[in-house]
């Protein structure tokens, strides 16, 4: 089901920075494990970021690690993934989803999706 809405893609120059926002109208995002999923053009969709219910606990591919932070806003209910250093290899529609478990990212343990938004990455 498609109830959650990511929100702060674009079109960005390798090194910058851009901030995602996922909010959900009929959800308490508060009570979910969140995670961020992308997926570039003629590839499978990728794990890239968890948070745990509560926002105590992250996680993040290897490809992201030390660049994007996941992050809660408790008072608002939404998560955010800010994204530094972008690189062309960023560039994909990223999705956010409430998800069973943090460690592995898989698709099989997602709730409800958002309907993506596209970040795009140039040289």
């Known amino acids: 089901q498609i109830l959650l809405v990511e929100s702060g893609g674009g079109l960005v120059q390798s090194g910058g920075s851009l901030r995602l926002s996922c909010a959900a109208p009929r959800l308490t995002l508060n009570n979910y494990a969140i995670g961020w999923f992308r997926q570039a053009p003629g590839q499978e969709r990728e794990g890239v970021s968890c948070?745990?219910?509560?926002?105590?606990?992250?996680n993040y591919a290897d490809s992201v690690k030390g660049r994007f932070t996941i992050s809660r806003d408790s008072a608002k209910s939404t998560v955010v993934l800010q994204m530094n250093s972008l690189k062309p290899e960023d560039t994909a529609a990223y999705y956010c989803?409430?998800?069973?478990?943090?460690?592995?990212?898989?698709?099989?343990?997602?709730?409800?999706w958002g309907q993506g938004t596209q970040v795009t990455v140039s040289s």
């Open positions: 989803a409430t998800i069973d478990a943090c460690n592995a990212l898989l698709d099989s343990q997602v709730g409800y």
């Open positions: 948070i745990n219910y509560g926002g105590t606990s992250t």
